[in-house]
């Protein structure tokens, strides 16, 4: 038995060895592949003159894809599909929305109603519908050449526009090389090619719209400068005039013959009292944050949050007393996780706190806030908020979600509309 | 879990034929240091030298094969893995105090000893590969028999990955399947490390 064995042993293990060099000899040598994977958007140009001359095609109800603004009106909820179009719904019954169409306007991102008349933005140009019939929907105008600061080149008619994409680059090196022991410090190198790839991909550096209505006037802000059109005639707005505004213009608000409008930097007011010439009434300025606004006749909510594109800032609820709308005053700030849009109905305010749910609050004494919230949904993600004549509406990454607030302090969900490819955060 | 409670049942398996024998239980641990070249900049390769630990713990099949399993700890530039596995030794005993042997230890490495680094804008994270590792050494028996030193080389092919992202900030509309949700970048460090391992022991 033994003297049978041996041998064996002796063979296997000149095999062993054989094999081992075959190993060793030709790769004496680590391999590393170093995959960077990043998000990145990538500047398409385009001539208006081409994009005017496409059809603006009324295409049959469709999935929502990636929700952006929501306007409602009247028992229809618009939403729009940020640079591709508006989905039309049927909302007379909020527990169940019906998707009735989908205008095609190549960059749309937002819109607002005006008596039967959509207006949408089409990268630089201002489209009006007729939606007396949202069947049969006619586009009746194009004012053109409104949003101008969208060209890159104005005389030859050519407009920027960018478009999402991953870009993947491969190295066979070990970055970070820590020597030995201990975990290197990679994080400076990554994390700036990472900011630089975030900064375009939202589309934020274009012309993000936000428009709103007000005493027979429609009111537009992008990044710079807030526009004004006079849309007294509904089906022929006539743009008027070009305020500027500064820098990082986020949202405006109206109320009461009042434009309150949100920057990256602060609060602007504004009289709207003659509306073809909204005047700066006060500037209340803060750290640099994302902020949208809603207001009362006394007060007004800013939310602040750090983001992508105001890494600095502070994640709070300020209230403003603005019973002088002259002079603005920080009355408390409540901290919050990461709030977004917020939603103002009488006494309750609904706060949009991004990944973290959605919370409710009273505010009828504004100095208790913090002791007086009714309900944080944690799992009901979300981005902005409307507070409709049925229903509250939040907008999430998951889809539009519709809520019965009929009981202020208990939220009873209605229905959800869900995205073709939901967000997993 | 499943995988551990068969391979377990295997064990015992191999128990009950040899309980007979003198020798039952096998047990080989090593220390020794782990030699590769790593491309760390674009000129060339840096001379990596790591820490390896590793203990066998099985049963002899005959007086010339013991097989068990294996756990370790392994350094390599920037993280530290632990290698767990099955090996097998076989001996070509021929009654003698020096001893010619051979090693093949195979299986995954965890990366429970390195943390997952979160901050507010990044996260990072190791994952543990597959690893081989052949070697051939010398037994050197005590003089009272009761335990061998071992002297060995070998040589280990070890896979791992390194990912780091930045974090996306808010709620992004545009996704690819080529990157985790939640991230705007990752970068991703493949590697498979090949190393000469040489190794000092004890087998009880």
Redesign the interface.
């Known amino acids: 038995m033994k003297n049978k064995s041996n041998p064996t042993i002796g063979k296997n293990l000149h095999l062993v060895l054989a094999f081992m060099m075959f190993l060793v000899l030709p790769s004496c040598h680590d391999e590393v592949t170093n995959t960077y994977t990043y998000k990145t958007s990538y500047p398409v140009y385009l001539e208006m003159s081409t994009v005017r001359q496409a059809d603006i095609i009324i295409e049959p109800g469709k999935e929502l894809d990636n929700p952006g603004k929501i306007y409602i009106y009247g028992d229809y909820l618009f939403i729009n599909e940020p640079q591709k179009g508006i989905h039309i719904l049927d909302n007379s019954n909020p527990a169940s929305p019906k998707n009735i169409n989908f205008i095609n306007i190549p960059g749309n991102v937002d819109l607002a109603v005006n008596s039967e008349i959509l207006y949408a933005d089409n990268y630089v140009d201002l489209l009006s519908f007729d939606i007396s019939d949202v069947r049969s929907i006619k586009m009746v105008d194009r004012e053109e050449d409104v949003f101008k600061n969208m060209y890159s080149n104005f005389d030859t008619g050519q407009i920027i526009t960018w478009k999402d994409t991953v870009l993947t680059s491969e190295s066979d090196m070990m970055w970070g090389w820590g020597g030995w022991w201990g975990r290197p410090e990679f994080l400076a190198m990554a994390n700036d090619a990472g900011s630089k790839g975030g900064g375009q991909s939202y589309g934020q550096g274009g012309s993000m719209a936000r428009f709103t209505l007000m005493s027979g006037h429609l009111y537009a802000v992008d990044e710079y400068s807030l526009r004004v059109f006079d849309v007294n005639k509904e089906d022929e707005p006539v743009f008027i005039k070009n305020i500027d505004l500064g820098w990082g213009i986020e949202t405006i608000f109206p109320f009461q013959e009042k434009l309150f409008i949100g920057s990256n930097t602060g609060m602007h007011i504004y009289d709207a009292r003659v509306p073809s010439d909204p005047k700066k009434m006060a500037e209340y300025s803060h750290f640099t944050a994302c902020d949208p606004v809603v207001v009362n006749e006394d007060y007004a909510f800013v939310t602040l949050r750090n983001g992508q594109f105001c890494r600095q800032g502070v994640n709070e609820l300020q209230v403003l007393d603005i019973k002088d709308p002259y002079n603005p005053k920080l009355l408390k700030a409540y901290e919050m996780l990461n709030p977004h849009g917020l939603g103002l109905a009488g006494d309750f305010l609904y706060i949009a706190e991004g990944e973290h749910g959605l919370k409710s609050f009273k505010v009828a004494d504004v100095m208790n806030i913090d002791k007086n919230q009714l309900e944080f949904l944690k799992s009901m993600k979300s981005v902005d908020i409307i507070p409709g004549p049925k229903s509250l509406i939040v907008i999430g990454p998951d889809g539009v979600c519709q809520f019965d607030y009929s009981t202020p302090s208990v939220l009873k969900p209605l229905s959800c509309i869900q995205v073709k490819n939901p967000v997993i955060v | 879990m499943k995988k551990i409670l068969f391979l377990i049942l295997i064990l015992f398996s191999f128990l009950g034929k040899t309980y007979s024998q003198e020798k039952t239980f096998f047990n080989q641990t090593d220390l020794g240091l782990s030699i590769?070249?790593?491309?760390?900049?674009?000129e060339g390769?840096?001379e990596?030298?790591?820490f390896s630990f590793q203990t066998l713990n099985g049963v002899w099949i005959n007086?010339?094969h013991a097989t068990g399993f294996l756990v370790g700890v392994d350094?390599y530039?920037?993280?530290t893995l632990m290698p767990i596995g099955l090996g097998w030794r076989?001996?070509?005993d021929?009654g003698k105090r020096h001893t010619?042997f051979?090693g093949?230890d195979l299986g995954a490495a965890s990366t429970m000893l390195?943390k997952k680094?979160e901050?507010e804008?990044?996260e990072?994270w190791y994952e543990g590969g597959l690893f081989?590792n052949?070697?051939?050494g010398i037994r050197r028996n005590s003089k009272k028999g009761k335990h061998s030193s071992v002297l060995s080389i070998?040589?280990k092919?070890q896979e791992a990955n390194f990912y780091?992202g930045?974090k996306?900030?808010?709620?992004?509309?545009?996704?690819?399947a080529?990157?985790p949700?939640?991230f705007?970048?990752?970068?991703?460090?493949?590697?498979?490390?090949?190393s000469?391992v040489l190794k000092w022991g004890l087998i009880f």
């Open positions: 590769g070249q790593v491309k760390t900049d674009f390769y840096t990596r030298v790591n007086k010339y350094t530039p920037n993280f076989g001996f070509l021929k010619l051979a093949m390195e680094v901050t804008w990044t990072s081989l052949p070697s051939i070998g040589y092919r780091e930045s996306e900030i808010g709620f992004s509309s545009f996704r690819d080529s990157i949700p939640g705007i970048s990752v970068r991703k460090e493949e590697y498979v490390f090949n000469f």
